[in-house]
């Protein structure tokens, strides 16, 4: 007769396959949608009896550690926490567990994240990932690249007039003053490009209509291209402030 964990797991031998990611995302579901509580104590679900029912392969050491690095992989990512005053080993599904499994690619959803987890600039980094961590993929954009413009407005003088691609070409036009002019004039000009790209690109259309953000993966990067920028202005600001 078939187990119900073996319906949902594939053999011994295809768990060794799997990353531990996503082996660990199987036990989440297999916690969550297929109310197998007891996978949640760590003690438990290191013991040969838990998953003795998909055969000798998995009473093996080898495979025992898999399972136990895919269950640490899950608390390691906030998915899953032990419960409080607790002197056993029990844990409960987190918030952020149940928001991955909601997510229709929760490991890109992770990864996305885990982008958004580095060191961003300060002028973005708690409104920005606070927006992108409410799932507010475009409104975290939006927020990161208004930042680029505002930053460009103020390191430059601009007025607040001055917007959009409009202002990236006047500012950074090769006789505008964030432009350097130690770099050779294709230098200059691919500057100029990026910052106006980036605008043109990924904040315009925002600003005037809804533009569907819904890869977290896309919107991270984006995300991730308005905290260089930042910091390529930060640098220029330097180089202004020392100029004689």
């Known amino acids: 007769m078939t187990s119900f964990i ?22 989440l ?22 998953w003795a029912e998909l055969g000798p392969e998995a009473t ?10 895919a269950w640490e992989w899950l608390a390691v990512q906030r998915l899953v926490a032990r419960v409080p005053a607790d002197h056993s080993e029990r844990a409960f599904v987190t918030r952020r567990g149940y928001r991955i499994l909601e997510a229709d690619d929760g490991l890109a959803l992770l990864r996305a994240e885990a982008r958004i987890g ?20 475009e409104a975290a954009a939006l927020l990161a690249l208004k930042q680029v413009e505002i930053r460009v407005r103020q390191v430059s ?3 607040e007039g001055d917007i959009g691609v409009k202002l990236m070409r006047k500012a ?5 003053l964030l432009s350097d002019p130690e770099q050779e004039a294709g230098e200059q000009e691919a500057t100029s490009a990026l910052f106006a790209g980036a605008i043109g690109v990924f904040k315009n259309p925002s600003s005037h209509r809804e533009v569907q953000f819904d890869d977290p993966t896309y919107a991270s990067e984006v995300v991730l291209l308005a905290d260089l920028l930042l910091r390529m202005l930060d640098r220029i600001e330097a180089r202004l402030q020392g100029a004689p």
Do not use: M, W
């Open 157 to 159: 003088g601009a007025s």
């Open 172 to 176: 950074f036009k090769s006789d505008g």
């Open 60 to 69: 093996t050491d080898e495979f025992l550690q898999a399972i136990i690095e």
């Open 118 to 137: 580095v060191d961003l600039h300060p002028l973005i980094q708690r409104r920005v990932r606070r927006q992108f961590f409410l799932s507010e993929y």
């Open 29 to 50: 579901r297999l916690i969550v949608e297929h109310k197998q509580g007891h996978l949640l104590n760590r003690h438990d679900i290191g013991l040969v009896g838990t």
């Open 6 to 27: 073996g319906t949902q797991l594939p053999s011994p031998a295809g768990i060794l396959e799997l990353s531990e990611d996503d082996l660990g995302l199987r036990l």
